[in-house]
């Protein structure tokens, strides 16, 4: 199994600033992934976080909105850009390794507040 | 598009009654299927998951799930509900090496 944790727990942002989320897995792993939980709402995949190249964003969500790195295996940080209150929600690391039926393992997330 | 489905965004049962949160998948074959559970201000915990062979599953905290390929469901299932299961409950899949999807969740209430 894999253990994820974030940093920071929960912040409150002023709008137009950005935040750095860090994402540490406690061993190698082939494939990290950040989602976004809305209040209320399911977890929506923001991207893959690809090891030594750009990650890779879905319909909705642009690099320059959310800058993403990964410099080795075990760690990541999603950076949300130049805020606004549309942008408070909980934002979760993801962790995998191997095959697609693997568990994925979740952190505790990042709830993030925008003023 | 490929995806899951939970068609009911609230449940509500009452204590030592049993439980189905319905998942309905749309994928050309066979994808993997799995169960989370998120309690209030807690991170996501997996249930179970089915990638092959028997298709009743056997999960954590009394839970099972069967998947139906006539159905194109994986329905989760517990025969008695404790008050602590109450919780919202995330049905997932993917293919591959490709991330997981989420559906909506079902929220369950479970009342004395």
């Known amino acids: 199994s894999a253990v994820i944790s974030q940093k920071p727990s929960r912040d409150i942002c002023q709008r137009g600033t950005s935040l750095t989320i860090q994402c540490q897995v406690d061993s190698q792993v082939t494939m990290m992934f950040w989602y976004r939980q809305q209040p209320g709402q399911s977890l929506t995949l923001i991207a893959t976080a690809n090891q030594g190249s750009e990650a890779t964003y879905e319909s909705g969500f642009v690099i320059d909105k959310f800058p993403i790195s990964r410099p080795n295996l075990t760690f990541s940080t999603l950076t949300v850009s130049n805020m606004s209150p549309e942008d408070s929600s909980i934002y979760l690391c993801?962790?995998?390794?191997?095959?697609?039926?693997?568990?994925?393992?979740f952190g505790p997330g990042t709830r993030l507040t925008v003023l | 598009a490929q995806s899951v489905t939970q068609p009911d965004i609230h449940i509500t049962v009452s204590e030592g009654a049993s439980l189905e949160l319905r998942c309905n998948y749309s994928?050309?074959?066979?994808?993997?299927l799995f169960w989370y559970v998120q309690s209030p201000g807690q991170g996501l915990q997996l249930l179970l998951k089915?990638?092959?062979?028997?298709?009743l599953v056997q999960g954590i905290k009394g839970f099972e799930a069967e998947f139906k390929r006539s159905q194109s469901s994986f329905n989760l299932r517990k025969p008695s509900v404790h008050w602590s299961d109450a919780a919202e409950y995330f049905c997932?899949?993917?293919?591959?090496?490709?991330?997981?999807?989420f559906g909506k969740g079902t929220r369950l209430s479970v009342i004395a």
């Open positions: 993801s962790a995998r390794g191997g095959q697609g039926h693997n568990e994925q393992f």
């Open positions: 994928y050309g074959a066979t994808p993997y």
């Open positions: 997932a899949w993917n293919s591959g090496n490709t991330p997981l999807v």
């Open positions: 089915y990638f092959s062979g028997d298709t």
